[in-house]
Every structure is written in C-alpha cells, then in structure tokens.
C-alpha cells in the first residue's frame, strides 16, 4: 500500500486545514486508516482513525474530524480551531485491520506533511 499524504502548510492558531491522503495498491475499504502526529523532539502520537468506528485523541477530540471517501481511495482529516501545540509533520497510516484504533503503530505509513500553527 502506497500512502500520499497532502495539505499541510502555514495556519495561524484559530484556523483551519484539511488534510488528504490517497491510497493505492490495497483494497483501500478493507483497511482502517489513520492519523498520526510527530512534533520536534518528541514521539509519534496517535491523532484519529476510521474503519468499522471513528477514535480520536483526547487532545483533538471536537476539534479534528477524520472521514473517508472509498470510491476515491482517500481518508482526510479536518482540522479546525487550530493550536500552536499541533504544529507537527501529520503522517496518513494504514492498517489491515477495519477495526484499527491506534492503540499500536499501523502496517503502513505515509510521507509526512508539516502543519505549522502559529501564534
């Protein structure tokens, strides 16, 4: 599976991105896809995934919302009322499970995007 992610860049805190990952190589339905986040200096974090049900991490939980489009390969991730704690390059994953919650690292991993949120 082959993961591009899209749409980061330069927001000021308040805003909004959405960011977009196109799939290829995989039965794109079958798999859970995913969100995950990695700032300067520190791990990557889980950020939201969609399969058979939606999670979130509780520090964008009503802020950021991940949906899928099957019929074009592609999970996005609306990001609103952004803060400068979710500047990070943002990394599209993906999951043989349909029912992947993040709990773990995913079976595959996109390029990263850089979301700068400033103050």
């Known amino acids: 599976v082959q993961l591009q992610a899209s749409g980061g860049g330069l927001v000021q805190a308040g805003g909004s991105l959405k960011l977009s990952c196109a799939a290829s190589g995989g039965t794109f339905s079958m798999y859970g896809m995913g969100w995950f986040r990695q700032a300067p200096g520190k791990e990557r974090e889980f950020v939201a995934t969609i399969g058979w049900g939606t999670y979130y991490a509780d520090s964008v939980k009503g802020r950021f919302t991940i949906s899928r489009d099957n019929a074009k390969n592609t999970v996005y991730l609306q990001m609103n009322s952004l803060k400068p704690e979710d500047t990070a390059v943002y990394y599209c994953?993906?999951?043989?499970?349909?029912?992947?919650?993040?709990?773990?690292?995913?079976?595959?991993w996109g390029q990263g995007t850089l979301v700068t949120v400033s103050s």
């Open positions: 994953a993906a999951d043989h499970s349909p029912t992947y919650s993040g709990s773990v690292y995913p079976d595959y």
